[in-house]
């Protein structure tokens, strides 16, 4: 057993060297992707798996799917948890940017959201803080890579920061948006809670069971059926739920 076992070690070691050195690889010889038709700067920036799946042009397809199938050219978006600016990016090239604002609560996402807005000749208003159902600070956390920023317990490598956060309804009331799209990691059911959400006809929502439990993303679409929302069973698809009313 124990000569085993060193050699097992050794291939766990030069199986991970290998990725990793695949990763560098990749991210030094592909710039920037194209991903439907958007401009996206690949860096070290990303996570391997994100870089993984923005370089094979799977990065958010399933999203960008069902938000191309919902959105209409009178629409007014809010994208909560812009991420790398993708979906925020595709929305303005169908409506203008003065049509969309996007949302993010990691401000050393910043810099990455505008060069991906320029690569693509697009500028949605964007602000950076986080979205909740009141306001005030937000604690986030930040794993090694800075694409990954939880509100969530903190894991192993994270650190915390306080950014400023925005209440959901009162953005709601401020921007009247049409279509609301959410591609936070943690959901909580108290976002919707405390506003009527009034003009809002749309809803596409990423909900991870994995993260945030059965339970709790009951209790969200619970409080979007409260005020009036029905689940499109035939685009919900996965972890990305379609609501309307």
């Not at 690889?25 to 923005?54: C, F, L, Q, W």
């Not at 915390?160 to 609301?180: D, Q």
């Amino acid at each position: 057993m124990s000569s085993r076992r060193p050699r097992s070690w050794a291939r766990r070691s030069l199986r991970k060297l290998t990725k990793w050195l695949l990763y560098q690889y990749r991210v030094s010889r592909r710039d920037i992707v194209t991903i439907e038709g958007i401009r996206i700067r690949v860096g070290r920036h990303m996570a391997p798996r994100v870089e993984r799946a923005v370089s094979k042009g799977a990065y958010e397809r399933d999203e960008l799917r069902l938000i191309r199938l919902v959105l209409s050219s009178d629409d007014v978006v809010l994208n909560v948890g812009a991420g790398l600016g993708l979906v925020s990016v595709f929305c303005a090239k169908q409506l203008g940017s003065g049509q969309v604002f996007a949302f993010e609560a990691n401000p050393d996402l910043e810099p990455r959201i505008r060069e991906n807005f320029a690569l693509n000749g697009v500028e949605p208003a964007l602000d950076m803080c986080a979205v909740r159902a009141t306001a005030g600070r937000v604690t986030i956390f930040r794993r090694k890579h800075i694409f990954t920023p939880s509100v969530l317990a903190p894991r192993d490598g994270a650190d915390s920061l306080e950014v400023p956060g925005k209440a959901l309804g009162y953005l709601i009331e401020k921007v009247r948006p049409t279509l609301l799209i959410v591609g936070m990691e943690s959901v909580e059911a108290e976002l919707f809670v405390g506003s009527e959400l009034p003009g809002l006809r749309k809803i596409v929502l990423e909900l991870h069971e994995h993260v945030v439990g059965v339970d709790k993303k009951r209790r969200v679409h619970a409080a979007l059926t409260a005020l009036g929302f029905r689940e499109d069973h035939g685009l919900s698809s996965g972890e990305h739920l379609v609501l309307r009313r």
